[in-house]
């Protein structure tokens, strides 16, 4: 059963650009949720979300961030116009449900620069 | 979620068994005490979690004293690759994210 999955691994975008991250779940996870962390920083939580529902957004800034778990495919998280702030490592964790007691496993990340 | 306080860094010598304390004094009757590591750069891993009672699996003990206001994550025998930060996490029951503090950094020595 492969883990959590995310792509790329490494992303490079300059001043201006845009950034899409994806995020594919453990097979039989529904619930995803988004992370960043910035260089020598704690892990924020930015978004949870659900098949086709945003769930909670309450960590996602207010301007260039969105995110997306469709009925098919991965999840998506995307920056536009990007600026040298957002570099940093975004993960990703799913879990099978959202109910208490249940785990939520990691992907390995993508990490952000924006030059 | 209820705060934690877990100490900056712990050192354990190879092969000891190392154990992380956790405070978590207003912890609720309905909150999970979840543990997780990061090892350097990579995705939280998942230790282990628990309630009311000890828990153990392959990786981990969990010890949460009687009053449930603190817990200790016991590794029984650190190697090297054990070398992470840890993280104590309260999770609200019907809440779904976890909430990272800044952990603990565990150094393992040969």
Same mark, same amino acid.
């Given at each position: 059963?492969?883990?959590? /999955?995310?792509?790329?691994?490494? $992303?490079?975008? #300059?001043?201006?650009?845009?950034? #899409? $991250?994806?995020?594919?779940? /453990? ?10 962390? $910035? ?6 939580? /930015? ?12 960590? /996602? ?15 998506? $998280? #995307?920056?536009?116009?990007?600026? #040298? ?31 | ?58 990786? !981990? ?16 025998? !650190? ?32």
């Amino acid at each position: 059963n492969a883990g959590v /999955m995310q792509n790329p691994r490494h $992303l490079v975008r #300059r001043r201006g650009q845009e950034a #899409r $991250l994806r995020c594919s779940p /453990m097979k039989g996870h529904s619930h995803v949720y988004w992370y960043r962390q $910035l260089p020598e920083e704690g892990l924020k939580f /930015m978004v949870y979300l659900q098949k086709e529902n945003i769930i909670d957004e309450s960590g /996602m800034p207010k301007e260039r961030f969105s995110a997306e778990f469709p009925k098919e495919g991965p999840s998506i $998280l #995307r920056i536009q116009q990007v600026v #040298r702030g957002d570099s940093a490592a975004y993960f990703c964790a799913s879990s099978p449900t959202g109910v208490e007691g249940t785990e939520a496993f990691f992907g390995q990340g993508t990490r952000l620069t924006v030059v | 979620d209820a705060k934690t306080t877990q100490p900056t860094s712990m050192d354990c010598a190879e092969g000891r068994a190392a154990n992380l304390p956790c405070n978590h004094s207003t912890i609720s009757g309905n909150e999970y005490v979840y543990w997780y590591r990061q090892i350097h750069s990579q995705g939280p891993q998942y230790i282990i979690h628990g309630l009311k009672n000890n828990e153990t699996n392959e990786m !981990a003990s969990l010890i949460i004293t009687e009053d449930r206001k603190s817990s200790t994550l016991i590794l029984p025998h !650190a190697t090297l690759r054990d070398t992470a930060v840890y993280y104590c996490i309260v999770r609200t029951r019907g809440y779904s994210t976890l909430t990272f503090g800044k952990g603990t950094m565990l150094l393992v020595s040969p």
